[in-house]
Structure formats: C-alpha cells, structure tokens
C-alpha cells in the first residue's frame, strides 16, 4: 500500500488551477496553427492568427487566457493500492483549488447554490471531481476549468435505438448550429454515448478535456469522430462565427453500455481554449 500526502495533492492542484488556466495546451496551440495555414477565409485566417497571439501573451505574462477561468473540474484516476493520509482526497482538491484560483489571481466563478442567494464563494470552490478507481497505487489529476460561455450550450437527449447514428449526427449538428458564435469556436466538441442520462454526460464531458492528438480506440468511433468534424466544419461557422471552414478542432467520442431501449446523446462543448493539465502522483 503506497501512502499519498493529501497536502502533496493540495499542491499539485493548485499548480495545475494556474498552469490551465493560463497556458494553452501544446495540442490546442498546434491545432490553431494547423487549421489557420487551412483556413481559406482571410477573416478566419485573422481570428485564428489572434487568438494564438492570445495564449503566447498569456503564457509570457503569467495572466488567464479568459476571463472565464470556469468552474474547475477534475478527474481522478486513484490507484486502488494508493492509501491518502493526512486528510481526505476530495477536501485536498478542494484546497488546491482554493489555493490556485485565490493565489494565482483567477476568476472566483462559483455560487454557493444556483437558485436563489447565488451568492460567490469567493474562492471558486467546491470543484466539481469525478472519481474513478483503478488499479496500481498511482494517482493521475486531470484539472480542466469550464467556462460557462462554452457549458452553457451542452445538450443531453434521449434518443431510442431506432434513431440510430443519424439521430446521433442530428443531436451534434444542432447543438453546434444552436451555440452558434456564442461559445467562442473554433470548438472542439465531446459526445457521450450510452449509459444512462448522467453516464452519458460524463462521457461527454470526458471525451471534451481529451488531447487533440487522440482518437478513439474503436475504429468505429474513431471514424464517427472524423464523420462528425467534418460535418461541423462544413456548417461555414468559422471562427468566433464569423465565417469559414474552422468550426471546430476536434470531435471526440466516449461511449459506455447502455440499456436495450436507450440511446443517450451528450454533447458537452469546449471553445477555442480548451484548458486542461494533468499530474501524476
């Protein structure tokens, strides 16, 4: 049994709160960079242009690539011969968020509760954090902040078997075409399959704060990833909806076994800054 500091996962975190959100990833940067030399409309080609100035200014000036420095979510992948000491696992995150967004300068977006006081807690806690046991004795933190511009446009339906994949296509398309210029493209766009209504949004979210470079392992998915990019991209959107071929970076698909009725969607959005760092413990 390997013990883990829940102070060494403060820490970790709440390097991970800055890191996010002020340093684009190198996949989201390349990607931009990619799509911009591809890009055939001049103003798409310009916003492209802009927003990598953006994330170098960002990187140089230690300052938020957004305003929106989100909700910060975190998926936990916890060794199950991993022991946490010293405190609790969901507590140390918590204060490493606390510590990320209160010492690192970042937007405190979160309300107490949604409804009613929505009063801020002012230091952008409680997170939002997914646990998943696995086996060894490691434990991998994956901190992706959520803006609201881009959250605010996710979808969940749920469709029947016989809808097929062109309900799956059709779910997609609209909620890209229903977000619009409002969710900062170019986007790149999560989609949950199966499950049931709330597997199926985690799925979404999952396959959100994915690395551009990865693919789905089944070859089927992996083809309706390409399918559905090439879709989106094909709605002339462009960038910050302006107009273009640059609608989004990517489509990533997760999926997991649903019931004999069921065919739930999830489409969770990310927009142009897709944020996401990760450290293993």
């Known amino acids: ?11 970790a975190v709440a390097k991970l709160a800055v890191k996010a959100c002020c340093h684009l990833p190198g996949d989201v940067y390349e990607s931009l960079g990619a799509r ?21 200014i960002a990187a140089r000036e230690q300052m ?25 696992l969901n507590a140390a995150i918590h204060e490493g968020v606390r510590r990320g967004y209160v010492d690192g300068c970042l937007r405190k977006s979160c309300v107490a509760e949604p409804l009613f006081e929505r009063a ?7 997170a939002v954090i997914h646990v998943s046991v696995v086996p060894g ?14 959250e605010n446009k996710s979808v969940l339906k749920m469709l029947t078997p016989a809808d097929g994949i062109e309900g799956v296509r059709q779910v997609v398309l609209d909620a890209v075409l229903a977000a619009g210029p409002n969710s900062c ?6 989609v949950g399959l199966g499950g049931d209504m709330e597997m199926a949004a985690i799925c979404a979210k999952k396959a959100a704060v994915r690395d551009l470079g990865s693919r789905n392992p089944d070859p089927r998915y992996a083809a309706l990833e390409d399918e559905l ?20 970076l990517k489509v990533h698909v997760e999926w997991y076994p649903t019931h004999i009725a069921s ?5 969770n959005i990310n927009c142009h800054a897709a944020r996401h760092a990760e450290a293993i413990l």
């Open 137 to 150: 004795d490691g434990l991998r933190l994956r901190l992706a902040p959520k803006g609201a511009g881009s």
């Open 36 to 56: 911009r030399a591809q890009e055939p409309s001049p103003a798409g080609r310009n916003i492209l242009a802009q927003l990598m100035d953006n994330a170098d």
């Open 263 to 267: 065919l739930p969607v999830a489409v």
């Open 120 to 126: 801020n807690t002012r230091d952008n806690t409680p």
């Open 185 to 190: 493209p170019p986007l790149v766009v999560g």
């Open 1 to 11: 049994m390997r013990e883990i500091q829940a102070e060494a996962i403060s820490k």
């Open 229 to 248: 990019l090439e879709l989106i991209n094909k709605t002339g959107i462009g960038p910050q909806g302006l107009g273009g071929e640059t609608t989004a």
């Open 64 to 88: 938020p690539i957004c305003q929106d420095t989100g909700l910060a979510v975190i998926f936990v992948e916890l060794g199950q011969d991993a022991h946490i000491v010293g405190g609790d």
